[in-house]
């Protein structure tokens, strides 16, 4: 894709991630019942930020499948990822990969999860 339309073999990092943001406000977009006029414009911001929470399954470009919820978490703020393992399967500029794995963790992992986890030592450690 983006040979024939960039000129570019591969996408790098950030190619990948403004394409990824691109796209996923597009959906979101497209998904929206805006009015558009000046006394609706905080009205279409909260049908956009509703919007983003129904993208679900998302194929980014270089990590993997993402997906979005409405709680109030990081983990649905900043999307859910599922990370990827990525073998290179040829070098050179025209360098070739395949995916050889990919993990998924349970919604509440990450740094809501570990807090969490911290709190229930902490009160085992002062009882």
Not at 11 to 36: C, E, G, M, N, Y
Request: with cysteine; aromatic share 8%.
């Amino acid at each position: 894709m983006t040979t024939e339309r960039y000129g570019v073999s591969t996408p790098d990092h950030d190619f990948s991630q403004a394409w990824d943001l691109a796209q996923i406000v597009k959906i979101a977009l497209k998904r929206s019942d805006l009015t558009l006029t000046d006394s609706s414009l905080a009205v279409d911001r909260y049908v956009i930020r509703d919007a983003l929470t129904t993208i679900k399954g998302y194929q980014t470009l270089g990590g993997g499948i993402v997906d979005f919820c409405a709680n109030p978490t990081p983990e649905c703020r900043d999307g859910n990822k599922t990370p990827v393992l990525i073998e290179y399967t040829s070098g050179g500029e025209n360098y070739k990969l395949r995916v050889i794995g990919k993990t998924t963790f349970d919604a509440d992992f990450g740094l809501a999860g570990m807090k969490a986890e911290a709190k229930k030592l902490r009160d085992s450690l002062n009882n």
